[in-house]
């Protein structure tokens, strides 16, 4: 006999069907339907036209698919296209097992704005198994004496496929004695039963096979056969029958191993081998039978493997009981698993911008994590922290999304990274949570220009120092990153005694090392100062100034400069001693100046040679020319000394000169001058030369200054030689040198005046005048004497009355007279 089952058409218009579909679900869900074992890459449809976008901004806005547990994704997104694509081959079976209804959901995930699209791809099945018997062969024991219309059950055929491609229709191979009718089995599937159609008859025939072909309503079909053996026998006239028709459990997924989950039972009316009852599977996957085992005898279901909720919930055991003939009953046994607090939630890292630049506003998006648990109801509850210590918060966002924002200023140089932990805590009992660190990184801008070491920079470098010479170095730190931290040096634009400071100093703009362009001069200027920027490489740069003060420090590089007695070679100068000087008596002054500073322009005097080494004394630092005793007639008129000025410097320069003294009372005495240099090295000729000269001019000399000397006396009372200052001609003080107190410069204590001077052509009279306001103070510098005071204090040899005496302005203390080489 054959039995089969039409389908309606429509259902037969829904298989042919078997395309790409979609609907919108009315939770705003979007639904496609695709074949299962479909080749990877193709096209299931395009997700965004049917969120109404442009497919080019899906790469913009990062999109994705994610599942909610860490299981295969079959479908991936196109973003170049926006099509939703089979990325791995489609498997229903290994999916959904025997669920009619196979459902895959995805996330869809955009970025910026943040949004979230339920996706929901329905497999659909295809024939692509055939039904299957649990055993190739089934026995039976049927008495000959069974009646017509006894039936005997046979378990149905199991089909992987669902709907129409399941099992639809069975097929008993043609014989006399059997047919086969189809029942609906409690809980679902089917089940046969042989029916006997015409007695048997043992001694006819003992044994017979038949066929039984299961077909499914595939296009095309496919089939599975079984054998049917029957041995007859005796009759067997009661089946075992279940006490009830389906059992339910409920067990919890964490259940010990080798819990009893239930006990079927069923009894059979008959005696002996007829009813000893034996239990057993009936068609059940492989999986099952790693879960459960059933003790044949007592009909205990005994759990031998792990459930897990989240993976099945819900477990459909087929139990047959047969008795010693071959008849038998079934049972169904729906074992439900509850949900326990087994599993911790699970944090996804979905998006992060890292790093971050440290000028983000508090607000900031940084980026996104999801939170996951495979528990159901209260186990499933979240709750989500992100630690205090931290500028940063979670903002729910969809589901279980999360935004990471800022709350806070950011700034690299105080904290250049962030360990940023998140916790989620699900609401089981007891909770269970997990954490992860997120790793942040902040990335600089140039926030801060470089900071000088010091606040003013001092350098002394001595004078004629070579060019390139190290003066100093300035440093400045900036805290910032890379290029934006990288400082340069460079100096200001500026001028230095009216040059270009560039002219003087360089700075090396990677170290900040600053040398000397040429050598300096203390004598020129003793110090300046120049700008220095630091400038950093960032975009804008941000720069600092520091101010850099050179000092030049003096060098011994100038020789003592004699003011007086004047060099030799331009006039000889001679100075005339009393025959009265006492010892101590001031005689004469040298006087020297040095253009270094210091103890390089601390002047030392020294007589190196002298026509009487115990006459005359010079002071070591003030020039002063002394005599050590008292002058006797005794002593030579002429005294010629040798001066040796020394600076205090390292090594010590010098220079020399000669004094001409003339010991006399009066210029009638005073014998010819115009050489008083050694008479050792005099020539006779020479000598006799001078004397003829000097006797002459004394003649006339002596009878004017006699006519001078009666009148001044007669006026006021002659006073010392030497109770005023030492006279220097200003012929021969040099400008622009200042006083330097104990240096053997000048000082404002002495009186510069001017004095008589002989010719060889024309004599005229210089007197000194009293101390007034020409006298050099120690805040001016020696100038030249007016030509109008040197008028005031010529003194021209005019007859002024009959007894031809002739008057003086001031009296005649002192007498200098030179004679032009």
């Known amino acids: 006999m054959e039995y089969k089952r039409r389908s309606e058409s429509s259902v037969t218009r829904l298989l042919t069907g078997l395309i790409v579909l979609f609907i919108r679900a009315s939770e705003g869900d979007i639904n496609y339907s695709v074949p299962e074992e479909t080749n990877v890459g193709y096209v299931i449809g395009n997700i965004a036209k049917d969120l109404g976008i442009n497919a080019k901004i899906l790469s913009t806005r990062k999109a994705r698919l994610d599942v909610d547990d860490d299981g295969k994704v079959y479908c991936d997104v196109s973003l170049s296209s926006g099509d939703l694509v089979v990325a791995e081959r489609i498997d229903r079976e290994q999916i959904c097992g025997p669920k009619t209804v196979c459902p895959l959901k995805y996330e869809m995930i955009l970025e910026n704005p943040l949004e979230l699209h339920v996706i929901v791809v329905h497999i659909q099945d295809i024939n692509d198994n055939s039904p299957t018997f649990a055993s190739d062969v089934i026995k039976f024991e049927i008495r000959e004496s069974a009646n017509k219309g006894a039936r005997f059950t046979i378990s149905g055929a199991h089909d992987e496929d669902v709907g129409l491609n399941g099992v639809q229709s069975y097929s008993l191979q043609n ?7 189809v029942h609906a089995r409690p809980g679902g599937g089917k089940y046969g039963e042989l029916v006997l159609s015409k007695e048997l008859d043992r001694e006819q025939q003992q044994k017979m096979s038949l066929i039984l072909t299961a077909t499914d309503g595939g296009r095309p079909q496919r089939s599975g056969t079984t054998v049917i053996e029957v041995t007859i026998l005796d009759a067997n006239d009661n089946a075992p029958v279940f006490t009830q028709q389906i059992y339910k459990v409920n067990v ?22 007829n009813g000893q009852l034996t239990y057993e599977f009936g068609h059940t996957s492989e999986e099952l039978n790693k879960l459960f085992k059933l003790n044949k005898n007592s009909g205990d279901i005994i759990l031998v493997g792990q459930m897990d909720f989240e993976k099945e919930s819900l477990y459909e055991l087929s139990i047959q009981a047969k008795d010693g003939s071959g008849l038998a ?15 911790a939630p699970v944090i996804f890292l979905k998006s992060l911008q890292n790093p971050v630049p440290e000028n983000s506003r508090p607000g900031t998006e940084v980026g996104v994590i999801n939170i996951q648990d495979k528990d159901t109801g209260l186990n499933k509850q979240i709750r989500c922290s992100i630690q205090q210590n931290t500028p940063f ?27 940023i932990t998140v916790t989620a805590t699900d609401e089981g009992m007891p909770p269970l949570s997990s954490s992860k660190v997120i790793h942040l990184f902040v990335s600089d801008i140039n926030d801060n220009p470089p900071v000088f070491e010091d606040t003013l ?13 190290s003066i100093c170095s300035v440093s400045a730190r900036d805290p910032d990153w890379r290029q934006n931290g990288t400082v340069l040096y460079s100096l200001v634009s500026s001028e230095v005694n009216g040059a270009a400071v560039s002219s003087f100093i360089s700075i090396n703009a990677d170290t900040g090392v600053i040398h000397a362009v040429r050598s300096f001069d203390y004598e020129q200027f003793r110090n300046f100062k120049v700008q220095v920027v630091a400038r950093d490489n960032g975009s804008p740069p941000l720069s600092s100034n520091v101010t850099v003060s050179v000092f030049i420090t003096d060098e011994n590089d100038n020789s003592p400069q004699i003011l007086y007695p004047a060099p030799e070679g331009k006039s000889l100068m001679t100075e005339m001693v009393p025959k009265a000087a006492l010892s101590g008596s001031l005689v004469s002054k040298v006087i020297a100046v040095d253009a270094d500073s210091g103890q390089n322009a601390w002047l030392s005097y020294q007589i190196l040679k002298s026509t009487d080494p115990r006459l005359f004394t010079i002071g070591l630092h003030s020039g002063e020319i002394r005599a050590l005793r008292d002058i006797t007639e005794s002593d030579s008129m002429k005294q010629n000394l040798v001066i040796s000025v020394k600076d205090n410097g390292q090594p010590p320069l010098s220079a020399t000169c000669s004094m001409y003294l003339l010991i006399s009372d009066n210029l009638a005495e005073v014998p010819e001058l115009k050489d008083m240099t050694y008479e050792e090295s005099n020539s006779k000729l020479t000598s006799y030369l001078i004397i003829a000269l000097v006797s002459v001019s004394t003649f006339f000399l002596t009878f004017i200054i006699l006519i001078l000397a009666v009148r001044f006396c007669h006026r006021r009372k002659p006073r010392l030689l030497f109770d005023g200052a030492v006279a220097i001609p200003s012929a021969y003080l040099p400008p622009n040198y200042a006083e330097v107190e104990g240096a053997g410069t000048l000082r404002s204590s002495y009186n510069y005046d001017t004095y008589l001077t002989t010719g060889s052509r024309t004599s005229d009279f210089k007197f000194v005048g009293s101390h007034n306001e020409n006298t050099l103070s120690y805040s001016q510098t020696l100038k030249k004497i007016p030509n109008d005071y040197l008028e005031e204090n010529v003194i021209t040899l005019n007859r002024t009355s009959e007894t031809d005496e002739v008057s003086l302005p001031f009296p005649l203390t002192k007498i200098v007279m030179l004679f032009p080489m």
Request: proline residues 2%.
């Open 175 to 181: 014989n006399e004695h059997f047919t086969f009718d």
């Open 457 to 469: 920079y001092r350098a002394y470098v001595t004078e004629n120092t070579k060019s390139g010479t």
């Open 252 to 273: 919890p997924e964490n259940a010990d191993l080798g819990t009893v989950l239930a006990t079927v039972t069923a009894t059979d009316a008959d005696e002996g081998a």
């Open 329 to 343: 009953s079934f049972a169904s046994v729906i074992v439900k698993v509850n949900d326990v607090n087994d599993n």
């Open 393 to 419: 918060q979670l903002i729910p966002s969809i589901k279980n999304y999360y935004s990471i924002v800022t709350n806070g200023e950011l700034d690299r140089e105080l904290v250049a990274q962030y360990n």
